[in-house]
Each structure stands twice: as C-alpha cells, then as structure tokens.
C-alpha cells in the first residue's frame, strides 16, 4: 500500500505540464512604463540593430534547433534615465513581426527591462532580429541591448549571446 501512495504521489507530482499559451512573453508591463511627460529637446536620438535567432541550424540547413530568446534593455548609466520610442521585431525576410510599444517608455538608471521570445515561436526564424529607436541625454551612454539564446534537451544545453550595434 505505502508503494501505490508513493507511486500517485510521484505520478501527480511529475505528471503535470503546465502549458502556456501565449507567444510572446514580455517581462514588462510596458503600459506601466509610459513617459507621460514632454520630453527635453536636448535628447540625442539613435537607433541600435540586435541580432535574435528563434533558431539555428545543426548538422545541414534541413535540421534546425529552436531557442528561448531573451533581449535585454539596458541602461548602463548610474544617474541618467534613457528612452526607447520603439522595439520592431523582424524575421529571417526583413518582414515586421511585432512592435512591442507605441509610446516611448523610460528605462531607470541601471535598469534592465527583457523581452522574452519563447522556444515554441520560431516566426523570427534564423535571422531574426530587433531595432530600437531610443533617446538619451548629450552626455550619458547609449542604450546596451544584449540578446541570450538558450536551448536545453535531455542532458545537452545550447545557448550563446549577441550585442546591439548602433546603426545611426
């Protein structure tokens, strides 16, 4: 008897799947991240490009990995807020895929916002990548955006990382 209660116990415990249904996973409440004030007009303005792969190939171009993306959203200054007025996600083609936000958030000195782009959407592709569209004060650094891709199964794991580049 005490090996049939333990056998339902490990049966439930390890049973269970949770699923999830959501594509698109976003850490942030971006709603929440709104700068509802004007801002200065003596922000400098940039774009940074970051290289994202939904996945990669392995052995030859027909068998392909998928991997759980995050992009992070780094402010590397210690006293100046920094600015993104806009996220575009893109597939292998160059074809838009998914604006994160309309309105220019705010991202706190030293803070990191992510993205996550989850294992089972592989609509980027194996070129995928973002554009941000930011604003900074004169003096403080650009935005640092670092994306982490990461595939785990049985008892092999796979990640690596890519950084942003400004393109203007």
Not at 55 to 65: G, L, N, P, W
Request: proline letters at 2%.
């Amino acid at each position: 008897m005490r090996y049939v209660l333990l056998f339902i116990v490990v049966l439930v415990t390890f049973g269970c799947e949770t699923k999830t249904e959501d594509v698109y996973v976003a850490s942030n409440n971006w709603k929440a991240m709104q700068w509802n004030k004007p801002l200065s007009d003596s922000l400098v303005s940039g774009s940074s490009y970051l290289s994202v792969y939904s996945q990669i190939y392995s052995v030859t171009e027909h068998k392909r990995h998928d991997l759980t993306a995050t992009i992070s959203i780094r402010n590397i200054n210690k006293k100046d807020t920094i600015f993104i007025k806009e996220a575009d996600f893109y597939n292998t083609k160059g074809d838009l895929i998914k604006t994160y936000f309309t309105e220019t958030i705010y991202v706190n000195p030293m803070q990191t916002i992510e993205i996550v782009i989850n294992e089972r959407d592989v609509e980027g592709g194996t070129g995928a990548n973002f554009v941000f569209d930011w604003l900074a004060s004169k003096d403080a650094k650009p935005p640092y955006f670092e994306a982490v891709m990461i595939s785990t199964s049985g008892q092999q794991g796979l990640s690596f990382t890519t950084k942003g580049v400004e393109i203007n």
